[in-house]
Nanobody, 124 residues
Framework: QVQLVESGGGLVQPGGSLRLSCAAS????????VGWFRQAPGKERDGVSC????????YYADSVKGRFTISRDNAKNTVYLQMDSLSPEDTAVYYC?????????????????WGQGTQVTVSS
């Protein structure tokens, strides 16, 4: 099982921005697609965005399209999620995991393991 480490969450006002980071320790990410998922209070976990190993294909859930940008730096073994124009509806714990990723869909793969996540709270 591969567990990744999320960071960068925090409290931000509506309309603000945050950049989340997803790092791997003792494991090289460059051959794997990575996805960001989130779980809001009282709701199920949902896929937010994913990126293929080369970075050539990305996927965004409709709810974040045009506001979130996923990227990766394989030299730093890190995947990022830039979140702009945040709204209270984006409040959730955000997780990154190994995933399958196409331009139309994303999901978790068997080797993935849920980490602690990073809390994002959007509130005035």
């Amino acid at each position: 099982q591969v567990q990744l480490v999320e960071s960068g969450g925090g409290l931000v006002q509506p309309g603000g921005s945050l950049r989340l980071s997803c790092a791997a320790s003792g494991f090289t990410l460059e051959s794997d697609a990575v996805g960001w998922f989130r779980q809001a209070p009282g709701k199920e976990r949902d896929g937010v965005s994913c990126i293929t190993s080369s970075g050539g294909t990305t996927y965004y859930a409709d709810s974040v399209k045009g506001r979130f940008t996923i990227s990766r730096d394989n030299a730093k073994n890190t995947v990022y999620l830039q979140m702009d124009s945040l709204s209270p509806e984006d409040t959730a714990v955000y997780y990154c995991l190994l995933s399958f990723c196409t331009a139309q869909a994303m999901g978790i793969i068997a080797r993935a393991s849920w980490g602690q996540g990073t809390q994002v709270t959007v509130s005035s």
